[in-house]
């Protein structure tokens, strides 16, 4: 499931400047930059920076970027902003720990600044709105002023899944091993699938994926898929699960992820729903969730409750 990145337009800008600059962001509804403030460019989300995913950050770091800012000002859910800080903050520390070992020479020199401060000597900001970044004619014609192969293009991947941007943006920091500390990411144990789907469809992140392959007469064999790397822990799975098949015992740390990778969460030999053509129980005619909208004809309620 490709996932929209909501910095796409910015990494495009990115690739095409000969060096990229100091980049500043800031939410949709805190009060405008000032005068004075460093960086000298910032960028207006159309949401809350706390919103935003841990591989948007990074990102920008694998782009080049040598320092992001990210200012709390007027910001609805400063916390969030606290949390994303010190994944990223860790993650630079971990890539700088794992180049070093490595090869000195690989060290990363992204900074991330929290609130920074008016430079001493003043200075005047200047404020664009994500939609409607000023674009050299070098981007509008797609000539990169960097060459870099498109496998670790972070502009390039933008489109691509959230898992693969984040393995990709972890390879470019040098992030070998991941820092023990909390990632979004949840420990999912799935027992009693039935493979009816429905976890991914309500998965806004694409961390869950339902593989189909042919099997015995009349029976399909549905493969369920789970990327860590993608997971933003919603519990959105865990809620509409109509088998109530998953649990999610502990939350990741960014070491699991990076170790773990993609996994098969659940191998289920089903039938097909003959109403909606999603996995069924073997030997039934209808999957979990279509039974239950059988059942209840004159009204939809959502038979999941918050699950943990």
């Known amino acids: 499931m490709a996932v929209p990145a909501p910095l796409h337009g910015l990494l495009r800008r990115l690739r095409s400047a000969a060096e990229p600059e100091p980049i500043g962001l800031i939410c949709a509804e805190a009060p405008a930059t000032g005068q004075a403030a460093a960086p000298a460019t910032w960028i207006r989300l159309d949401r809350c920076v706390g919103a935003l995913a841990v591989v948007d950050i990074l990102e920008l770091f694998s782009g080049g970027v040598p320092v992001v800012a990210l200012r709390r000002e007027g910001c609805a859910d400063p916390a969030a902003v606290d949390i994303l800080a010190a994944q990223v903050a860790a993650l630079l520390d971990a890539g700088r720990a794992d180049a070093g ?4 020479g690989r060290r990363p020199s992204g900074r991330l600044l929290i609130d920074p401060p008016a430079p001493r000597r003043g200075g005047r900001a200047v404020e664009y709105p994500l939609a409607s970044l000023p674009m ?3 981007t509008i014609l797609g000539l990169a002023g960097r060459s870099r192969p498109a496998a670790d293009d972070p502009a390039a ?4 899944g959230i898992g693969e941007r984040t393995r990709v943006a972890l390879r470019g920091l040098g992030v070998e091993r991941g820092p ?16 009816c789907g429905v976890c991914e469809r309500v998965c806004p992140a694409g961390a869950l994926t339902v593989h189909t392959q042919p099997a015995a007469a009349g029976t399909v064999m549905r493969r369920l898929r789970y990327d860590p790397a993608a997971c933003s822990g919603c519990r959105r799975c865990l809620a509409h ?8 015992p502990r939350a990741l740390t960014w070491q699991d992820v990076v170790a773990t990778g993609r996994r098969t969460a659940a191998l289920v ?7 909606c053509g999603a996995g069924a129980p073997v030997g039934s005619r209808r999957c979990e969730l279509c039974s239950f909208r059988e059942a209840n004809p004159f009204g939809y309620t959502d038979p999941g409750a918050e699950r943990t």
């Open 101 to 104: 070992r490595a090869d000195a």
């Open 136 to 138: 050299t004619r070098r």
């Open 157 to 160: 991947l933008a489109p691509t």
């Open 180 to 195: 023990e500390v909390p990632a979004p990411a949840l420990d999912l144990e799935v027992r009693g699938c039935t493979g």
């Open 241 to 248: 699960c109509p088998a109530d098949a998953i649990r999610a």
């Open 269 to 275: 030999p089903s039938a097909v729903c003959e109403r």
